[in-house]
T-cell receptor
Framework: DAGITQSPRHKVTETGTPVTLRCHQTENHRYMYWYRQDPGHGLRLIHYSYGVKDTDKGEVSDGYSVSRSKTEDFLLTLESATSSQTSVYFC????????????FGPGTRLTVT | AQSVTQPDIHITVSEGASLELRCNYSYGATPYLFWYVQSPGQGLQLLLKYFSGDTLVQGIKGFEAEFKRSQSSFNLRKPSVHWSDAAEYFCAVGRRMGGGNKLTFGTGTQLKVEL
């Protein structure tokens, strides 16, 4: 258990509304990641952070923004949700041992109607 | 850019039978390699990883995987499958240096276990 929580766990929202998902970790890890999971695509990286206020884009970053004002929190924002952003969103942290494995949170299921 | 291929979308095995899930990767150097498992409605759990040394790595739940550089493969194996192993399995590759240590995942293999 890497001490990762995500909130909310489930959310239904309407097209065009802003949505913010929160990832919280308790172990002071430097690297944090946001992925989306869709059938047939596996997990795809949206954004990641390598420190407070330090973030970078992943492979599917369009329509998403992130912020990290504290080490323990990494926020993912959909500025104007679209139906194509209906997905399951996972947060992850990078472990500190050699190999840099990632540990995942429980996920947030987002439905955009 | 790194990439991962899991050629089998679905696999069905009988309980007690052996299992091998295939994973091929593309990367310019020796990567970090991982296998994760995901049960329905759950997050991903790390089964095992390769980062250096012995190319046969042991993981949790009786799984093992072998890194074969010449074949760019990292296949997952288990000698005797249990019904509780039914889940989706993901192979992932990561860079050793730079790039935020990002992981690239395969599209997953869904394992069904027949009793």
């Amino acid at each position: 258990d890497a001490g990762i929580t995500q909130s909310p766990r489930h959310k239904v929202t309407e097209t065009g509304t802003p949505v913010t998902l929160r990832c919280h970790q308790t172990e002071n890890h430097r690297y944090m990641y946001w992925y989306r999971q869709d059938p047939g695509h596996g997990l795809r990286l949206i954004h990641y952070s390598y420190g407070v206020k330090d973030t970078d884009k992943g492979e599917v970053s369009d329509g998403y923004s992130v912020s990290r004002s504290k080490t323990e929190d990494f926020l993912l924002t959909l500025e104007s949700a679209t139906s194509s952003q209906t997905s399951v969103y996972f947060c992850a942290i990078r472990g500190d041992r050699e190999g840099h494995e990632q540990y995942f949170g429980p996920g947030t299921r987002l439905t955009v109607t | 850019a790194q990439s991962v291929t899991q050629p089998d979308i679905h696999i069905t095995v009988s309980e007690g039978a052996s299992l091998e899930l295939r994973c091929n990767y593309s990367y310019g150097a020796t990567p970090y390699l991982f296998w994760y498992v995901q049960s329905p409605g759950q997050g991903l759990q790390l089964l095992l990883k390769y980062f250096s040394g012995d190319t046969l790595v042991q993981g949790i739940k009786g799984f093992e995987a072998e890194f074969k550089r010449s074949q760019s493969s990292f296949n997952l194996r288990k000698p005797s499958v249990h019904w509780s192993d039914a889940a989706e399995y993901f192979c992932a590759v990561g860079r050793r240096m730079g790039g935020g240590n990002k992981l690239t995942f395969g599209t997953g293999t869904q394992l069904k276990v027949e009793l």
